[in-house]
């Protein structure tokens, strides 16, 4: 790759680390596959108590029947999540040099603690309470997803070599268009539970669809016109147009699935499958934005700053300042 002269020796990433937040990663999406089978199964109030599920942190095999299987393992992947995301804190404490990684850490930790109280207060309040919850609730897990990703990019070999840094001489700034793109992205997921949770109507929903189409694929297409040789920013760019095209047909196919279902007295296939990899690959199409912004500041200059030339001892000029 052009201008990459090895792995610096000041930072060096852990290795165990950098597979421990993926495996933590990989671990938050089958927790949001098993929340998106809650939402789809209508099973959110199935187990009728909080922390604990019919009095006990281990149920009995005869209550994991019907939609209490949904909730109840939802519930149970989520207490692995949080006690592995604490070990990935606790780890950073020991093996990562850099302060602001280690908070990072932390910041993860917090959010998934946050977001297992706020499912509480949804089962305490009951159905009344859901879409109310579903936004933050959406927001939070979305949020706490993301900042895993942005460990496992962190503490990556690739992050940590040494490359060319190279000056932004055109408009827009790609280190802004996909900043903007990542946000959109997000607010349309939060978006896409609050229709699914009957907090209000499709349309939102629809126009941030067209908004996020939009910015991702201009986002993409500017890194492929301008730095198509740079395999760094353009693989996350290609991948973030794949999971758009993947994203806008199963978002077609769940609505006519859901126009289909309606009336229906409990949900049925194909919408629940359909629903489940709609949500799945918003996430996935979010983390690959996400993978594509962070890189765009780890190798793009704006025009105004001055280049780095090869990039040593930090990977951004906001990270030097923010750790000095």
Request: hydrophobic content about 55%; some cysteine; overall charge positive.
């Amino acid at each position: 790759m052009k201008g990459q002269k090895g792995i610096n020796a000041e930072w060096r990433p852990s290795l165990g680390l950098h597979w421990f937040a993926i495996s933590v990663a990989c671990l938050t999406v089958v927790l949001l596959i098993v929340g998106a089978l809650v939402t789809s199964n209508e099973a959110g109030d199935s187990v009728p108590d909080w922390p604990l599920s019919f009095g006990r942190w281990l149920i009995a095999s005869d209550n994991f029947v019907a939609n209490v299987r949904y909730e109840y393992s939802h519930r149970f992947i989520a207490g692995v999540v949080g006690i592995l995301t604490f070990g990935l804190a606790l780890s950073a404490l020991f093996v990562e040099k850099r302060s602001w990684v280690r908070r990072l850490a932390w910041i993860a930790f917090a959010g998934v603690v946050a977001q297992a109280l706020i499912g509480g207060v949804r089962v305490l309040l009951g159905e009344s309470s859901k879409p109310f919850i579903a936004v933050p609730h959406a927001l939070i897990a979305q949020s706490f997803f993301a900042t895993l990703v942005s460990l496992a990019v962190f503490t990556s070999q690739g992050w940590a070599a040494r490359r060319e840094i190279r000056r932004e001489q055109q408009s827009p700034r790609l280190r802004t268009l996909s900043a903007i793109a990542v946000a959109a992205v997000l607010i349309q997921l939060v978006l896409g539970a609050g229709f699914r949770h009957q907090a209000f109507g499709i349309m939102p929903h629809i126009i941030g669809a067209i908004i996020v189409t939009v910015l991702v694929t201009w986002t993409a297409v500017t890194v492929l016109r301008r730095y198509k040789e740079d395999r760094f920013l353009t693989r996350p760019a290609i991948g973030s147009l794949a999971f758009l095209v993947i994203q806008l047909g199963l978002g077609v196919s769940a609505y006519f699935a859901r126009v289909a279902a309606h009336g229906q007295p409990q949900p049925l296939e194909p919408m629940i499958t359909l629903t489940v990899a709609h949500v799945v690959v918003g996430a996935l199409t979010l983390a690959q934005l996400l993978v594509l912004t962070l890189r765009c500041y780890r190798a793009l200059s704006p025009a105004g700053e001055r280049a780095e030339g090869i990039a040593g001892a930090s990977a951004l000029s906001s990270t030097r300042k923010a750790t000095a």
